[in-house]
């Protein structure tokens, strides 16, 4: 029990030092750039892989149902969600192009996209954020260990530094930048 104790207090401690590295001024550009994409009429699209997919899930169901900005309901979409999609992608084109060949089809100029990854290094990811780019589509990334490629390719990023491996701690704490962003854009 002693030692169940200390686990869980330094797993707690370590979720609390990857969020005290997060830039505030991220989170405040983040809530701006999604208010500002919905006041423009435009659509969210989230991506993850992994249990960051669940957490892109999740986040594209709080942003639809549970915020309103200035009468606009915001317009938020994981493509994680379609397994048949995903799949057919994955077979014909590579696992790389899932994300993308979705974004390619549905999105427009000045929509977002925010990408969730811990390490900030899949190529899926990357992809996605590359055909972002050059279609005038805004980029956030949310990404953990030292903030990965994502990080350094996307408009925006926001890192949750962790050690490199400590996957439950990064998407803990993305999980909490999520509700943290999703709470400052309810009515």
């Known amino acids: 029990m002693v030692q169940m104790t200390k686990d869980l207090s330094d797993y707690f401690s370590r979720v609390a030092l990857a969020l ?9 550009l983040a809530i701006d750039l999604i ?7 435009g659509k969210i699209w989230i991506i993850g892989n992994g249990g960051s997919a669940a957490t ?12 309103i900005i200035q009468g606009k309901e915001i317009m938020a979409i994981s493509l994680c969600d379609n397994s048949s999609q995903l799949t057919a ?7 790389e192009h899932i ?3 979705q974004l390619k089809k549905l999105s427009i100029p000045n929509d977002l996209l ?7 290094n899949s190529q899926n990811i990357l992809n996605c954020i590359e055909y972002a780019k050059s279609n005038s589509i ?5 990404s953990g260990f030292d903030g990965g490629a994502a990080a350094k390719i ?3 990023s926001i890192i949750t530094v962790t050690n490199k491996g400590d996957y439950g701690v990064a998407e803990d704490s993305h999980s909490i930048i999520c509700h943290y962003i999703s709470s400052k854009l309810r009515n």
């Open 20 to 28: 005290n590295t997060i830039e505030v001024s991220g989170l405040t």
């Open 35 to 41: 208010k500002n994409t919905c006041l423009q009429g």
């Open 56 to 67: 892109a899930s999740h986040f594209a169901t709080d942003l639809s149902n549970c915020s």
């Open 89 to 95: 992608i994955g077979n014909d084109y590579g696992f």
């Open 99 to 101: 994300f993308e060949r």
């Open 114 to 120: 925010i990408t969730i990854s811990a390490s900030g």
């Open 138 to 142: 805004k980029t956030i990334s949310i």
């Open 154 to 156: 996307s408009d925006f």
